[in-house]
């Protein structure tokens, strides 16, 4: 007999981890989270898009986490290659789309301790320190067993533990995986310049540069390169790898000190075959994966959390069983599009910046020549970047009903 009873687990306590169960709690869903204490020396950091920002408003945990949040305001494209074509220098400015930010960037470390202190303090959201070993289902309910023994039944389990899902797993869903000769080397900085809120990024041929507004005159830096040359920068000293990085970025902060440490991300790619089965859907890491290129990783994952929050929502409104074949089947039908298109456009961009091939060199300049020049473009494209037009998630949507207003 299972020893305690849930509406849902969430698997895993990463960002999308904790924020799912946040947010199924705010759906009314009595949820269990499982996974190990959150990682507080995670130096990295997320920026979350105007749409991201939105979706924690109406769940109800914004405001416990927005003095956290650096905004940023303008994004700038420089392209950094040395090729016979390039592109011109774009910049987008939220307030074209009548928007304060374009997105919001956090250090990691400082995301996961507000959302491990909102989820303590949440009595619809249970805590329970361990590790998954196995997802059984019946046809009523889900059994997980953790690793000291414990169990623990749920009509949904959530997995969001990670490129290694176990709960992936434990429903059979294969994954395609592939590697890109790519590495991100990550840190942040301070420099002598303010950054007046842009974020700026260098294309260039090993890939973006790209340097993300941190409070006052500091950055976050994700630099993407062949792997071993992510290897030699991230063994120099501090005053020569601050020397290097600013020659890279043009001085465009001034003169650069490194304020963290380094991390180096080999870059790769996962897609899930399917998004649920097992009484288990997937979201986050767990059912997607990609380079860290504008900034959307944890952005779709978010979307993958609105859906599945709202759905179970209804569910356990009208009595229906959230984890039931329904649900699933509409959790799919929802997600795979979005999940699709944005693993192949970040695909794209990063090939098509690693690509010598003239025409695609062409092609790229003509786009971003483009975006620089004509409205509409810009504008479509500034939306897209920050959150599909089409697709959003009805929890995303300013208009959606908050966590004190279900329906
Ligand atoms: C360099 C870099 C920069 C990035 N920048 C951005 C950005 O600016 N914006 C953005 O949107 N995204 C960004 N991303 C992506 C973002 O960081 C990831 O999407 C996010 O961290 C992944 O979160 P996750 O919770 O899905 O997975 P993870 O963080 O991998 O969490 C998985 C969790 O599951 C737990 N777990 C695993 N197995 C089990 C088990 N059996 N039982 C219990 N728990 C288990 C793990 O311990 C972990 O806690 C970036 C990524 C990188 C690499």
Redesign the pocket.
Known sequence: MPSETFECVV?????????AALALASRGVRTAL???A??MN?S??????AA?KDFLENIGIWAALEADFTALEKMRLIDGTTRLIRARETTFDAHELKLPAF?Y?IL?KNLNRGLEKLIGENCDVTFIE????SVRSSPTEATLT??GGQTLAAKLVVG????????REAAGIDVDTWAYKQS?L?MNLSHDLPHYNVSTEFHRETGPFTL?PLPGRES?L?CVEAPDVAERLSRLDDEALARELEDIAHSVLGKFKVISER?V?P?SGLKAKRLSGNRSVL?????H?F??IG????????RDIAVIADLAGKAKAHHQDPGGDDVLASYERQRWSDINSRTNAVDLLNRSLLTSALPIQVLRSIGLYTASTLGPVRRLLMREGIAPTFLLPRLMRRTAPTANSRA
């Open positions: 698997v895993g306590t990463g960002p999308a981890g904790m924020i499982v996974g190990p959150p990682n995670d990295r950091t997320t920026a979350l898009m991201s997105g960037n990691n361990g590790s998954v070993t953790l690793a969001a533990d990670g490129r290694k899902s176990l709960v991100a990550v993300v976050a994700v991390q991300y870059m979201v986050g890491e767990a059912a994966a380079p860290p900034a959307q990783g944890l952005n779709l994952s978010l």
